[in-house]
């Protein structure tokens, strides 16, 4: 007979810590929805900008589209990172802005 409850409650302790997982995996996923609904509001007001502020944060109209055409639990501004990085990293060092501290070229500087 002990070695009965003594194996129910192990059972039972097992079960729990399955439920335990299961129910924190809606959690999480809930936390997650959350956040990309949450963030996809955010990333909207990026909407009301202009083309020119757009560029000088790396993003573009079709970036916006791109980023608002996943589904709707996924987060745009994942996509919106990515492109802003890609464009960061495909841009020639040179067509950066020079700091005039960093770099100046005028006859006062030397």
Do not use: Q
């Amino acid at each position: 007979m002990v070695a009965i409850l003594s194996y129910s409650m192990v059972g039972a302790m097992h079960a729990g810590r399955g439920l335990a997982k299961v129910g924190g995996g809606l959690i999480r996923g809930f936390a997650a929805a959350g956040r990309a609904i949450r963030n996809r509001r955010v990333a909207a007001s990026l909407a009301g900008l202009d083309d020119h502020m757009l560029a000088d944060i790396g993003l573009t109209r079709s970036d916006l589209r791109d980023a608002y055409s996943e589904p709707l639990w996924h987060d745009p501004t994942d996509v919106l990172a990515a492109r802003a990085a890609e464009r960061r990293a495909a841009r020639p060092y040179d067509d950066m802005p020079k700091l005039p501290w960093l770099a100046c070229e005028t006859a006062a500087c030397r």
